[in-house]
């Protein structure tokens, strides 16, 4: 690490690019200082609206690119490609007789009742999938060698077809990769330009389906992250930033730009991710572990459940239709957002979404040619949002376009241009409150046992009327909703997991083998802590095994004493094993022989994180914090009330102040209705509780 | 009990919540079960229930399954007085007709869940045992042990001897066992979650909130037939399959008058063979397809039930008496429930679906471990074609209707059974052409590693799956064997070494071909789902 010479400032730089804005944290190691910035993405290349972000950001607080010691990102990219199908035109090379299990899946439909329903979108289409003779059975013995000529050919058909990608998955290629290996090399000497992604490297688990999904989508998505990189670096170190930059990755670890690149499959959820690190971050602070994130942005909208500040991890999910062997957090995305296209349709019904006018051209409000209204738009009309400029005065709009273009759906509604505004807004709650009941009630949870903690740059702006529908009782809005995800990545430590299938008994037999096992991961473990230039000090390993009875199909996760690996370890794991088993299932069936499956290593390396600062309270009087005064259209009264605007960054802790209320600030605006209040906490928090 | 009124968003609330407990108590089944065909193929499903025996809530697992639970609990309320039955009670039964079965394998656990000291409701679960191989089908008593409903736990206390009793009458006991274990796993999942559920929101909440939404079911399903023409639409079809010679006839007539519907079926009596179905079965196909085209976001629940008549004449195929064999059933449903919708594609052509494969079709295998000599039984469905619908092609290679099992994966197949997987694959030409093509079948290969006896289930091989309004009829069903491999009838025993596939129906089309899309036909060339000839022939698309 180094920094720029003669400065003892050391930044951590967090960056979250969305479909809409991207917002830039700073961090000062050696003061605790916090800045916060926000520039407009940059859809047709992320990286240019980044890079101008970061050195704006790095120029408000007089610092070179040299001084940022940490660089963390979370991006919308590989998400974006696969919602909007723009991955790349992908080949397929496959173990004869299996070319079309891509398509067959596991055979079910894609839903019990609905007979309309369809499957996603097949990425590789038929007659790009080939097949080449070569078999591998359970044992690892091979009973049909690869047919290297067929691979050859396979490789030549793609090429005239002009496929930027190939996937190659093979049956039991985890289990003995060499075939896949062998066609990999094949494959790059014929198609050298081409992203070749195998099996064996990206998804090493058994089931044959779900791991050439994931190949496949990680070689759909391949260019298009590589060309993001291969854009985002060189524009970083041009700044002089030399720190290693890190992108977020679904778990809601980090992983080095050249790993992304390799596998942009594991940052699918890479966005999202980050804003639910941040929320967790925020919520301990605050106090509430039991949260409903809802971080809505212009173009989508991402909900979790945390209970007892905890997120559940799952080691496989289907995304946007494709199954997905990876970690991931459970976050559930829906196609809307303050960008959100409203439209009327074929029933005559008001629709919103998913259709998105995204940055660029954006609400008709930013008059850059779109004359559609989206969500924003709406606001504008009631004037919930400042109906002359955005971002803090940064940005002119024009309330007129706006009114025109919302007028245009209401003529046709046949109701008023407020009316509209609020049946838009009234439709956008709706799909929200659905999109939380997946994560809650679906899952067991009652929402009105938890808090809902609004972000992103629509979120605080919505919260209170989806609380509302919800009949959850509290909102939190965190002190920069608008940049949580950048800032989540400068509040958590670093992590990374590492695990390896092996398949052996737990007895007295397996002790050398499970001691290798464990001895190579914290071998890779400790490859990562160096490159992350983690101190000895800083470093925390916990390992864990996957067990189950010899027969079953699906595991119980088992946490490793410490020390070496013994006979002792092994009758204490298979002793826990039973107990989890009991209290899962109700029953244990001791004498059946136990396997241990899979093998996991989590390293976390403690940093150096932002600590908020704890302000004093300075009373209920939030009198001085009002900025101005203007007329809002509010659905509880039906019409134009004059209404307090609360400057964010005047609201001190202790504050109280009823609604209805606007709280503006740079990166967002908090609407207050009728019937609650809002406080502030000491650490800036706004909490709005109904009364 | 009084039941009191409850706000509609609690009755959501609830009943969400009731859908998450049959989920989760799903998911233990499946995670803690041994044998293949529930941990992986799913075959399984879970419910709650009301004190009197109407269905709370099913999961949404396999449609037919309805049919055993349907009358299980009924079944239990007969033989056992209300004041006998005591918390940790499991009820075991799998018997078409004094257990509330639809067919032997699939076996059912119930538990009572009790608040209070008050029967408050059962969870219910029933899982497809891949057992019952290689037995004869004149009638029941020849398809293996029928189990009445009766006590495996008793307060909680496992009665070894009926456990005994089970198990020695199995082909893999130890298997069964696991099996066994993890339904009641699943039970004890579903009885805490519920009393849970009745400490938070009160007994008489949740029960209340169970009747509204029966109700709600109701008159979501009263508002989508109001909403049809009233009139009544006849169909035909056939049934044919190797247990029975020729083709039998089937009709159905149903008429729509003003909120309800009455369905009456006809059919031959019925026979010596597998293909008998019970009025449960009858009753859980026709629910599943009228709530799938009327309204699929109907909450599954005894509510839904309500406006629909279902009549089948007593002791036919499609309302069979005792003895009547019945472990092919699901080949019958699956052709009631393409009947069905021939009959609704008259008044509401948008938003059917031509006549999907029709079948469900399966392999049983039974032989020998080559380590120790015990025996091995695996079963598997495979999936078919979906028929066209008014504005899209029909799904390819998917399991419709009554079923919905997963495949088994090839690295779990092989790795438990002496079976290797030569192929997996769509069948070109075998959907029906069409304005919107029908779904393609799939043809697997399965090769014995070491000897073993096979038995097939399959039909549409004499007749076709049919299309609707100019759409052409999917390919027939077949089982094509290797050299040396010779079916007596649905029967053939594989030496080491040897293959057989199935090839499973495709499905009908939508509209007359002439109306495709060129393009679309183009697409379907280069991709192979349609062979050179019939682009040129039927779509004039090629060279």
Redesign the interface.
Known sequence: MSTSPGSTARWRVGVDSGGTFTDICLFDEATGRIEVWKVPSTPDDPSRGIAEGVEQGMKRVAAEGGAIVYFGHGTTVATNALIQHRGVKTGLVTT??????L??G???????????A??ALVLV???LRLEVPERV??SAEI?TPLDERAVRAAARTLKAADVKAVAVSF??GFLRPDHEMRAVAILREELPDAFISAGHAIAPE????ERLSTVVLNAYLGPVMARYIKRLAPRLESLGMTAPPHLTQSNGGVIGFAGAADMPVRTILSGPATGVVGAQAIGRLAGFEDLITFDMGGTSTDVALLQGGQCRLASEATVHGYPIKAPMLDIHTVGAGGGSIAYIDEGGLLKVGPRSAGADPGPVCYDKGNQEPVTTDANVVLQTLNPRHLLGGRMKIRQDLARQAVGRLAKRLGLGLEETAQGILSVVTANMARAI?VIS????H?PRDYTLMAFGGAGPLHAARLAREL?IKRVLVPANPGILCAMGLLLTDLRADFAGTRLLPATDDSVGEVSAGFAALAERAGQWFAHEAIAASDRRLARTTDMR?E????ELAVPVPEGPITSQTMRTLTVRFADA?RQ????A?EADPVQVVTLRVEATGIVAKAELKSHPDAGPDASGAIAERRPVWLAETRGLVDTPIYARDRLRPGNRFAGPAIVEQMDATTLVPPGMTARVDRWLNLILEAT | MKLSAVDPITVEVIGAAMSSIVEETGETLIRASHSTNIKERRDCSTALFNAAGETLCQAEHIPIHLGSFLDLIPHIMRRYPTQDIRPGDAFIGNDAYEGGGTHLPDIVIAEPIFIDGKLAAWTVNLAHHADFVDRGHAHIYQEGLRIPPVRLYRSGELQKDVLDLVLLNMQVPKERLSDLRAQMAANRVGVQRFQALAAKYGTDTVLSAGGALMDYAERKMRNAIAAMPDGTWRFEDVFDNEEVAGTLALAVELTVRGDAMSLKFDAPEQMRAGINMTMTALLATTYYVVKSVLDPSIPPNAGLARPLQVEAPLGSILNCVSPAAVNGRLQTCQRVADMILGALAQPVPERVMACSNSACTVAYFIGKKPKDGSTWVYLETIGGGSGARSAKDGLDGVHVHTTNTSNLPVEALEIEYPLTLLRYELVEDSGGVGQYRGGMGLRRVYQATHDCRVRVDLTRQRSQSWGLFGGGAGANGKVEAGPGVTFDGDQAVLKAGQWFALVTPGAGGFGPPAQRDPAAAARDLAEGAISAATARGVYGVGD
């Open positions: 004869d007789g299996f070319r079309d299990l398509e067959i596991r055979q079910k439909r894609p839903d019990l009742y609905d007979i309309q369809d499957k289409p038929r007659d059975l359970y009973a049956l039991y058994f089931r044959e389906y009941r009630v679906q899952r067991g009652d009949d009875y027969g079953q199909n699906y088993h899962r299932y109700g029953f069936p």
